[in-house]
């Protein structure tokens, strides 16, 4: 980004940090905090696939229409909050040296409102690149395109490559103009990275959390497909200090839908019937390889309301499961699979009386549909 | 390497080269000669597969046995050069940050003996790592070892991954002591990397070269499996220029059988009968995916006299095809599937009066086995 862009961006988020706080500037983010009317709105980005084909014509293309879903989402519902779900860039395909060019396209919309953000890894993002066979026959290898900063001497290290999570992750703190919320995880969950929590304050009482936002990598890309035994002992570990009495209600976020989700999938018919909600079942659920317990922990607290996941482009509806409710986001970009019309779940929390969250789905051309409540449980 | 190994190295290399032209010093390698007798042995040693499974007993104690592999054919054969045929390392398997310890460990044999060496590619060395779904199981992941200049905040890069051709290559020159002639190869043919010629110069006549040796990159790992369009035509403007009325005799060396090896291969059985000679045909060829020329190039050129492979651990035999011999290598390593015992082809070329190639198999165990003249044509 331009140094003018991140200028901007600085300059609504103290707007917004001034006009909420007072004089938290934006160099030390402002904590995240229900809105004025107790309200806290989350805009779920899912499957945006960033950089796919960028040697043809409709690579670019399909790059430029997903800038426009968001643009468009982020207009019609100004959100307080928004979360990548994954799946931000197809790594396996991107004609760079290095994915955070396309990284930082995709959360750019984010910044450029002054609404902050944070991200989980799909199993896209830090892919291997995958030579094209036909690279190797008479039509030859295409030029990669080296970071700017490259001397005349091509660096050993630009050559087409997936980029790995850690640097990804780097790359968008470093240029995050204090907006991101995300964060490289604690070393020891490595090689998931993206597993953080995130404490939404009271409007009403400043000094409390009034959410908890579980972020949790659920692998795949460069590694397999999982929530790992060491991430379930973590989360424990974060709910029991953060939470100990189970007071505040809990959000989770990760990208994979994990086998549960397979058992509360709608029947086999593009019909999405109660108790889901939803517009669109068009596939099979494509789980993790492995359950290793995060959804025994997860079902196990009451003030766990609802997971959220992308990855499945032709899924977007929410499932009760147990006491909470398992949730898709929908397809975002026009990168990735599938025909279905883009937009973006939307989750509208409320701290009054009794907390609650709603979810709809926003489309592209403005409509919105899918309502649902996920929770009207009295927390507080 | 510890400094004093490699000035040992350097020493003995220095007396070779001392003794072979009188003042040529280590530091700029000697050009390869043919030996006094007008002989130049080579000793091929073909997937070795080091660094599997560093975290159980086994793995360590079957790259302790590579090393004898080759440190018995080396002390019995005492070869002028050696040829490392790919799949040194086992990289989606190498519990380090950088595969090019495991790579520097292959070549140490060579190295320390002050034999002068060359390496090509296989398919398993810079594969990305492959993380064991057991690793998000209770057991969880082993602490990767990070090379000892990391400070004690770990490098966010000091992770399992796939370590880029080009920086095993660059690795192995880095540490070569002067005697690797391997080369990163032209820019344009990247992703494949090993592409060069090396020139091996007459006893007779000092300023001609006798043989070449041309070694291609046919690919696998990060990229598919094959020899370009770009190397074919590569390889034609070298084999115009160094040897335009194709008077010096050549010899071919990369990792993957082309398809063409599918066409001579001896019937499905064990045996190998004439034309073939060989102790080993226990599994099918497995080929390239595509074939871009470069048979039809080499092939064309009564020059080239045989191309040597690896990659199948079950295949030992040479056949001939069109007017040259398409030969495997003898498995070296204890890395890598197959309990046939193992060894190394040696190839024997001798530049006096009538030109000929001689090959066998030397036995970790000190027998040979499977003699074979590849040529006897008369070049000079």
Redesign the interface.
Known sequence: MRWWQCRLAAAVALAAAVLALGAVGPRSPAPLRFAPGGRFKVALFADLHYGENAWTDWGPAQDDASDHVMAAVLDAEKPDFVVYLGDLVTANNVPVANASLYWDRAISPARRRGVPWSTVFGNHDDM??E?P?E????A??PPVHCPPAVPAM?D??C????T?R??LM?AELDRACGLSRSS?GP?EL??GVSNYVLQVLSRERPEDPALLMYFLDS?GG???E?????QVTWFQSQARFLNPDGRIPELVFWHIPSTAYVKVAPKATSEVRKPCVGSLNEEDVAPQ??E?GIMCSLSLRPSVKAIFVGHNHGLDWCCPYEKLWLCFARHTGHGGYGDWPRGARIVDISEKKHFSVNSWIRMENGSTHSHVTLSSARFN
């Open positions: 291997p690149f030579w066979p690279w190797f026959s008479p030859g290898v091509p050993p290290g050559s087409f490559r997936g790995p850690v640097e780097t490289v070393r490595w090689p692998g460069s590694y397999p999982v929530v790992s035994c060491a390889v492995a290793w």
